[in-house]
């Protein structure tokens, strides 16, 4: 028996907690995925795309296999150096198996669930009751079981203090905030139903174009789109470690056919004539970037910009639209 992976159910971002009969998820510095071993035994582990990232995390699913039949929601993290590092999740795509052995070697993968969306029997269905029903067949599966890493239950409270004090304790072990669920709130597959907030202030853009070898860029050209759908242009990253270029250069792709930007040029800086060289890229990547809130009359960051890093787990969903700044 087959079962079919529901989309990802996704959380909107907020200021602040909000208050009332909700659960405090801690919400770490990984990559969204499903895990999925069903009745004849296949596992799968899918990212928020659907794409298949068995070969990328083989110690995870190697010991899948020994689960019962389950969906599981969660997160996949890696831990190094004394904290959780997303650059090494990149490492694990687009890689030969010897380059994922050796990260597996000197930085093995855990699993955070955080959700259980179906298990075997006839009321398998999981993900229709509510939020504090799935919480508790969560963490019976992992009592039961005696699961042991890579698989870890994400840490939960009703506390809205206790979690506070988790943004403020946690962020240096790589906490990126908390989640905010109803208790009873069911699994909307595709629905952005839960609230996150964050611990430090970034910001997402797609990348449009990069100077540089696509392979490996010296910066990025920053884009948003508009309510239209219109690629605007909003600024450039400072440039690029090496590694941080190659990390990143793996996840880009060059423009195939029209692109929004051909023909148009861009200023290498501020008051300066002189004009980069840039090549153009499929604009769907998803970066996260340190900024401030100063923009210039078009709407582009006034100072520079720092990438933090890839996120090959979002999409330009969660790329905030670009709203030229009122008059």
């Known amino acids: ?124 269905d999981v993900a229709r009751l509510p939020y504090r029903d799935r919480r508790a067949r969560l963490e019976a599966v992992f009592a039961e079981q005696e699961l042991q890493p890579p698989w870890t239950l994400c840490p939960m409270t009703l506390d809205r203090d206790e979690a506070l004090s988790w943004m403020r304790e946690w962020a240096p072990a790589g906490i990126e905030g908390v989640v905010a669920k109803r208790l009873t709130g069911v699994y909307q597959s595709g629905v952005r139903g839960w609230d996150k907030a964050r611990v430090r202030h970034t910001s997402e853009a797609l990348v449009g174009a990069v100077t540089g070898r696509v392979q490996a860029p010296s910066t990025l050209l920053l884009a948003r789109q508009d309510e239209a759908g219109r690629l605007h242009f909003v600024g450039r990253t400072t440039v690029l470690s090496r590694q941080t270029a190659a990390d990143v250069g793996r996840l880009l792709r060059l423009k195939a056919g029209g692109h929004p930007w051909r023909g148009r040029r861009f200023s290498a800086g501020w008051g300066s004539t002189e004009t980069l060289d840039v090549q153009l890229v499929e604009p769907s990547m998803v970066v996260e970037v340190s900024v401030d809130i100063s923009l210039d009359n078009s709407g582009r960051w006034r100072h520079p910009v720092r990438l933090e890093r890839a996120r090959p787990d979002l999409d330009g969903s969660d790329v905030q639209p670009f709203r030229p700044p009122a008059d």
């Open 1 to 124: 028996m087959e079962w079919r992976l529901p989309d990802l159910m996704l959380a909107k971002a907020v200021e602040d907690l909000p208050t009332g009969p909700v659960a405090y998820e801690a919400k770490w510095d990984g990559l969204r995925a499903i895990v999925s071993r069903n009745p004849v035994g296949t596992v799968e582990i899918r990212s928020r795309q659907g794409t298949l990232l068995n070969p990328g995390f083989p110690e995870i699913a190697a010991p899948a296999r020994d689960l019962p039949p389950v969906i599981l929601d969660g997160e996949i993290v890696i831990w190094h150096d004394g904290r959780l590092a997303f650059e090494r999740l990149l490492r694990r795509l687009n890689r030969r198996p010897a380059s994922v052995e050796a990260e597996v070697r000197s930085s093995p993968a855990h699993f955070v669930a955080f959700d259980l969306l179906r298990a075997d029997g006839p009321d398998g």
